[in-house]
């Protein structure tokens, strides 16, 4: 069952079901094969024992025939009013198709309805979650750091995951206290007194019972979680009940509760209450546009909403770093500490990539003032594409391939060496220049992403949590988002049962960590199975995703050359209006015209890797012109932009399926001033510092999108002609028609 060293397959087409459904047949060939062994499964297994219905009775008969009756009904209804996901005309959420591998293995363990709560009610699919975790991460690089193991597990969602991790980080941090108070209350831990830790940014190490309260909330999260090692090795070593220790438990904010822990702890340090307001006030930071479930996270944690605290972003929406160290350098002369940290590797909305790599190096700065945090990567959205980082492994057929163009690289027989990555530049062009890279590999991670993304997707091995969503970037069905810990010690924080003694990576459960109780086992093996099929490198999700993110330069680069004299067009980007203008011109050319130009231009390929969002969610807006003239309105902007949205959008079954389809969202003022300066700088429009901004969304997740048809048809075109002509069309209805009263209705 390892993944480890498995081998993926070599084609993108059976990985589908298709935006046709090219490939039904081996769909309904692996979905009755997990039907044959259910079925055999049951006939077989204690074969003594009687049969429960007889199929051949009129009554059964009659009534199956009513159910196949219900049953045609509801898969008309599905296919009738379901939105069209796996569509080359669907740019709107982050769904696509879902990778066929995901489907079938979901089918097949369905079919035995195992509940990942508890390994005795599902011994195979707990071995798969467990499976599935290490495989994750590998992906984002955990484990690679000597003495560090890391953990994970599967989760329903992103926001569970993110709702788990500042949960550990709350625990972790608060920990010291507990045992502080544990050894000064309990007489059995008496003899423990003397155990010694590191204080942040100190040369001497101390007692834990001489430590005062600021230096044992900032412990550097490895010292926390030493202190339960160190006190089981003691306790053995002087022979003390281990079912002592867990006296500390009654200490912890997990038993008592955030109020009842801030008291005994302020009573019992002679805090005076400034522990009191301490924590009070422990906060969690975060871009403004980090997803919902963090605020929800401190809300549920006692803390509430208000301990999210948002930082404004910058133009193209990633944090904005001088203001996070403005709020850290607040809060320490404060002297208020901050319990986690938030990077977003991806927001859902913009797919905006946070500088990990900078927010790791201001915690370092700071554990020289004697300050520490938790890092929490949210890759809810942007986890999968470390994929694009990570080579096949040796020896399997994937490695043998890119060892083929490595030679051919090495040996100088290719022309392309724009920028640093030779290598992997030469591949794509290999891949480009014939038709049967289609259909075999595209190995696109110095095409698709920005030096500055790659090098944030590197540093993910650094964090100490990380949420990846499978069923986003992972195209596995709902529900399966991750959570994966760089130290396996952090979530026995939470375990709700009270154990000294660490899992070591192997929990025989995984039910006992997190939030949920029951879960589908099927969602672990619908994951396993897809990882099992396509890798978790450059050979598999890579691929898709390296195709992806090409294929959103590619949209993003055909927005911005549209050209219409019924509204004006601007989308998130750092780009300067000269680079704009080189980015335009792209458009009408074919990926090899447009590979052959790169080829012979540095600064263009350089230039190509800038181009479009960090990942492949692009966000723009439209600015109506009114009888010639470009609207200057923000709010007529707003309104119009939501119009088009509505346009484009099927949200009720009374609804036609529009002939492309998009979403929506908006971006808030407060908190989001940069990105809306941009976009209403770009369009025209009259900044109005009190209003919010709506704006359009195009999710790129087709990996065909411009190479359909074994890449002989460019949809790219096609879609953002339909897209031009139903935005020009709404200005003629909402403007142009005289008969119009109330035109932002």
């Known amino acids: 069952m390892s993944l480890s060293k498995g081998q993926g397959t070599q084609m993108l087409g059976p990985w589908f079901l298709g935006p046709k459904a090219e490939s039904h047949a081996l769909l309904t060939t692996l979905l009755s094969e997990a039907m044959h062994h259910a079925v055999d499964g049951r006939e077989c297994i204690f074969p003594e024992d009687p049969a429960w219905a007889d199929p051949e009775s009129a009554e059964y008969i009659a009534e199956s025939t009513q159910i196949r009756y219900f049953y045609k009904q509801l898969v008309k209804n599905l296919e009738q009013f379901s939105v069209p996901f796996s569509s080359y005309r669907y740019q709107g959420h982050m769904l696509w198709d879902q990778s066929l591998p ?17 390994a005795e009610a599902s011994p195979l699919t707990t071995a798969l979650e467990i499976e599935v975790a290490q495989d994750l991460c590998r992906m984002v690089g955990f484990g690679k750091e000597e003495g560090i193991q890391p953990w994970g597990h599967i989760t329903c969602d992103g926001s569970v995951a993110n709702i788990e991790a500042l949960w550990a980080a709350r625990n972790t941090k608060l920990y010291p ?52 090692t160190q006190l089981f090795q003691e306790a053995n070593n002087q022979n003390i009940d281990i079912s002592h220790l867990e006296l500390i438990q009654n200490y912890t904010v997990q038993g008592d509760g955030i109020m009842a822990f801030a008291i005994r702890m302020d009573k019992l340090l002679k805090a005076k209450g400034d522990l009191l307001e301490v924590l009070a006030a422990l906060k969690v930071m975060g871009p403004a546009t980090a997803h919902y479930s963090l605020p929800k996270a401190t809300t549920l944690l006692g803390l509430g909403t208000g301990a999210f605290v948002k930082v404004p972003v910058e133009a193209n929406a990633r944090v904005d770093i001088k203001a996070l160290k403005e709020l850290l350098n607040t809060h320490l002369k404060k002297k208020l500490p901050v319990m986690t940290v938030v990077a977003v590797m991806g927001t859902t909305e913009e797919s905006a990539v946070d500088n990990l790599k900078e927010i790791l190096k201001i915690r370092e700065d700071w554990n020289r003032k004697g300050i520490d945090f938790f890092i929490h990567a949210d890759g809810a959205w942007g986890g999968y594409f470390a994929s694009l980082l990570q080579e096949p492994e040796s020896g399997t057929h994937a490695h043998k391939h890119l060892e083929k163009f490595r030679k051919a690289a090495e040996d100088g027989n290719h022309q392309v060496k724009p920028g640093t990555d030779h290598f992997h530049t030469a591949v794509a062009y290999e891949q480009l220049s014939h038709k049967d890279g289609y259909r075999k590999f595209m190995y696109t991670n110095c095409t698709g992403l920005n030096t500055y993304t790659a090098a944030q997707l590197e540093a993910l091995k650094h964090a100490d949590s990380i949420t990846v969503d499978p069923h986003k970037s992972g195209f596995t069905l709902y529900p399966s988002g991750s959570l994966l810990y760089r130290d396996h010690r952090v979530p026995e924080m939470i375990r709700i049962t009270a154990s000294v003694v660490y899992h070591e990576g192997d929990a025989p459960t995984v039910g006992v960590f997190g939030v949920e109780g029951s879960k589908p086992g099927a969602a672990a093996a619908s994951v396993y199975f897809s990882h099992r099929v396509i890798r978790t490198d450059q050979s598999g999700y890579g691929r898709i995703l390296g195709r992806c993110t090409f294929n959103a330069k590619r949209v993003f680069s055909g927005l911005m050359a549209i050209q219409s004299s019924h509204f004006e067009i601007a989308a998130l980007t750092d780009l300067k209006p000269k680079e704009l203008n080189v980015v335009r011109s792209w458009s009408k050319l074919s990926n090899l015209e447009l590979w052959d130009r790169l080829s012979k231009n540095a600064k263009e390929f350089e230039l190509f890797r800038r181009t479009g969002p960090d990942l492949n969610i692009i966000s723009y807006a439209l600015n109506p012109i009114i009888k010639g003239k470009p609207n200057k309105d923000p709010k007529v902007t707003n309104d119009f932009n939501n119009a088009l949205f509505k346009k484009l959008s099927s949200q009720s079954v009374d609804e036609a399926i529009p002939r492309v389809i998009v979403t929506s969202s908006s971006l808030e003022a407060e908190s989001s001033s940069e990105p809306i300066k941009s976009l209403r700088r770009q369009l025209g429009v009259k900044h109005d510092p009190d209003l919010d901004m709506n704006f359009l969304i195009t999710t790129v997740m087709n990996p065909w999108l411009t190479d359909a048809a074994n890449g002989e048809r460019n949809m790219v075109p096609e879609v953002l002609g339909y897209f031009q002509e139903e935005a020009e069309m709404l200005v003629d209805e909402l403007f142009n028609d005289p008969s119009n009263t109330n035109p932002t209705s």
């Open 102 to 118: 995901s489907v079938v293995g979901y089918f097949a363990a369905m079919l035995y309805n195992q509940n990942n709560v508890a």
């Open 177 to 228: 206290l507990a045992v502080y108070a544990a050894l000064k209350k309990e007489k059995a831990l008496k003899h423990l007194d003397y155990i010694k830790v590191q204080p942040t940014g100190k040369k001497t190490p101390k007692r834990i019972i001489d430590l005062d309260w600021w230096e044992l909330i900032n412990l550097r999260r490895e010292v926390v979680l030493g202190i339960r």
